[in-house]
């Protein structure tokens, strides 16, 4: 089956810390990896997306790189701000599946200044 | 453009009450997700349409739960009857053909008391 996988939060950084969320996935063939971004009160954003193995993903300095020998996604930035405080999610869109979202459980991020 | 319109954007209700949520897509998108969001199951794919005609409605937890997709502007979840456990956020994505990305509206918060 399709799954994945995020590691736990909450993730506490000071302001321009590194930061790294791992995600890793399950899935058959081969699906298209996104990172989406729920801000408190608001509805998920696309934050960055990859469709294809050794694809990097990249959006407002956060990156991420689709491994698929090592079947993961993991999100990255290289300093931190108080903004960046969120939660963010993983997800992985089936191939040939309409576009359908399998979602990992989120990691909140809190950014102190 | 407004971006996916849904209402309301909470909702108290009592148990053995019918619950009833819409959304309004983004004009153009033929592709139409409901989600619901809680803390313990995380983000979970009730049903999604594309053209508005159910294509998986395999994530709808039980005949309590249905929606309807009578055009292209307009969806409905409904839950009929309301159980306590049906408390969470319920969020509409929508997404236009040839893309694989997900628009979400702000969701609505569901409280059965």
């Given at each position: ?23 890793t996935y ?6 298209s990896?996104?990172w ?20 990097k993903?990249s ?11 090592t ?10 701000q108080?903004?960046?405080s ?6 992985l869109?089936?191939y040939n ?17 | ?9 909470h ?23 409901w989600?619901?969001?809680t803390?313990m ?11 508005n ?7 709808m ?32 994505a929508t997404?236009?053909g ?13 409280t059965?008391?």
């Amino acid at each position: 089956g399709n799954s994945v996988t995020q590691m736990e939060g909450p993730v506490t950084l000071s302001e321009e810390a590194f930061l790294t969320i791992n995600c890793t996935y399950t899935a058959t063939g081969y699906p298209s990896l996104f990172w989406y971004v729920q801000y408190p009160g608001e509805g998920l954003q696309l934050l960055l997306k990859a469709t294809k193995a050794d694809d990097k993903g990249s959006n407002k300095g956060f990156e991420a790189t689709y491994r698929k020998e090592t079947t993961s996604f993991h999100l990255e930035k290289g300093s931190v701000q108080v903004s960046d405080s969120a939660v963010y999610f993983c997800a992985l869109s089936p191939y040939n599946q309409g576009g359908k979202l399998i979602f990992g459980q989120g990691t909140e991020l809190s950014v102190k200044p | 453009d407004a971006g996916v319109i849904q209402s309301p954007r909470h909702e108290v209700t009592e148990m053995g009450q019918e619950v009833t949520l819409r959304c309004k897509p983004i004009s153009g998108h033929n592709s139409l997700f409901w989600y619901r969001q809680t803390m313990m199951r995380g983000l979970e794919l009730l049903i999604y349409f594309n053209n508005n005609v159910p294509i998986d409605d395999s994530g709808m937890p039980e005949d309590r739960f249905s929606a309807k997709m009578p055009n292209a502007s307009f969806s409905t979840l409904k839950i009929q009857p309301s159980e306590p456990r049906d408390s969470a956020v319920y969020f509409c994505a929508t997404q236009t053909g040839g893309t694989d990305t997900q628009y979400f509206g702000p969701g609505t918060r569901l409280t059965v008391l």
